[in-house]
């Protein structure tokens, strides 16, 4: 199978802090991983797309000096939220895409369990 | 701007029965639609249809794209409690040299009652 894993499942944390959330692909490697956020009864909203050694790519309207991105390895990447504010209080999920390649015919992304942030 | 509309936004049905699941979007370049299973926590993949009128099938569940009337179905037969969740639809756009972005509906909310 395709694991991603989501590190903390559930924070809660003080308005001006900052908080880092880890998205791991457990057994496969991931060149590309992708960021939503989703707010209640709405659709995921892609933030970024981060690529294994290089700048992350943002959506439209996404501050990337308030969400960090950093993909340091081909399973790691992690979103910093930096001085969260009580309206980025959302469920944030990741996604990290496989490579189609011997029984994987066509690349797929595959998502974590995401991670609910509540800012007071 | 790229859209995809989900309907209904919600359904309640019994046990056995069947349901059928719209997805309609308008975007700019196509490359796939994607089909999601959304319970408490991560989606999880169900079909990537690439191609008009093939179906495709896996138990209970089913799904056709039609890529002229830019729209797509997902089917669940004999609906059990399982079912379950939100289904949620999402339209694959290339970006050329860029890695591929996926543009979600809003989803449908599923309960099936005993």
């Known amino acids: 199978g395709a694991v991603v894993s989501q590190h903390p499942s559930r924070v809660i944390c003080k308005s001006g802090t900052s908080v880092k959330i880890e998205c791991r692909s457990l057994d496969f490697q991931a060149t590309t991983m992708f960021w939503y956020r989703q707010f209640p009864k709405q659709s995921l909203m892609l933030m970024a797309t981060s690529n294994e050694g290089s700048k992350a790519t943002y959506e439209q309207g996404v501050e990337k000096d308030k969400f960090l991105i950093n993909h340091a390895s081909l399973t790691l990447s992690t979103l910093t939220v930096t001085s969260a504010h009580p309206e980025d209080s959302s469920f944030y999920i990741c996604?990290?895409?496989?490579?189609?390649?011997?029984?994987?015919?066509?690349?797929?992304?595959?998502f974590g369990p995401g991670t609910r942030l509540l800012v007071l | 701007e790229d859209k995809v509309v989900q309907s209904p936004l919600s359904l309640v049905v019994h046990e056995g029965d069947t349901v059928t699941l719209n997805c309609s979007y308008e975007v700019t370049n196509f490359r796939s639609l994607l089909w999601y299973k959304q319970e408490k926590k991560a989606p999880t993949f169900l079909f990537m249809l690439t191609s008009s009128g093939i179906e495709k099938k896996s138990g209970r569940l089913s799904s056709i794209l039609d890529k002229k009337e830019l729209f797509s179905i997902l089917n669940i037969t004999a609906t059990q409690t399982g079912d379950s969740a939100v289904y949620l639809c999402a339209v694959e756009l290339p970006r050329g040299g860029a890695t591929n972005k996926l543009i979600f509906g809003t989803g449908t909310l599923l309960a099936v009652q005993p």
């Open positions: 996604s990290a895409r496989r490579m189609a390649s011997g029984s994987v015919r066509r690349e797929t992304q595959y």
